[in-house]
């Protein structure tokens, strides 16, 4: 294990060390493998080596509530809903807070019927 390299990263993989210099040399990389491959782990890594701000991006809140644990505070870990929510003008996003009806409450509230077709007319 080299002096440099923290103990949960004893032993990294070629791969893992290809994203650990492309991020040192500010280069732009995407991490893609399966479930378990160490993308998180290389990630951290990375977090670990910058000093400047970076971004997880997690596709649902347990996984970006579980990252901030693992990643220094200089990584800001949220998932990418909320990224897109908090670009979006207040007045659009104050709506999805308006209380929520069923299709049949609305159809009552309109009094609506069952619709019928009689041949190929909607009556």
Not at 81 to 86: P, V
Not at 105 to 121: Q, T
Request: net charge positive; charged share 25%.
């Amino acid at each position: 294990m080299s002096a440099s390299m923290p103990a949960y990263m004893s032993d990294p993989t070629d791969e893992q060390l290809s994203a650990l210099n492309m991020a040192m040399d500010h280069k732009s990389f995407k991490v893609v493998a399966y479930a378990g491959a160490g993308k998180t782990t290389t990630l951290k890594l990375i977090g670990e080596r910058l000093r400047g701000r970076g971004l997880y991006l997690a596709f649902n809140k347990t996984i970006a509530n579980d990252a901030r644990s693992k990643f220094p505070p200089h990584v800001e870990c949220r998932t990418f809903h909320s990224l897109a929510y908090r670009h979006v003008a207040r007045d659009i996003t104050a709506k999805l807070s308006l209380p929520r009806f069923s299709p049949k409450r609305l159809g009552d509230d309109w009094v609506c019927s069952p619709s019928k077709y009689v041949g190929k007319w909607m009556v």
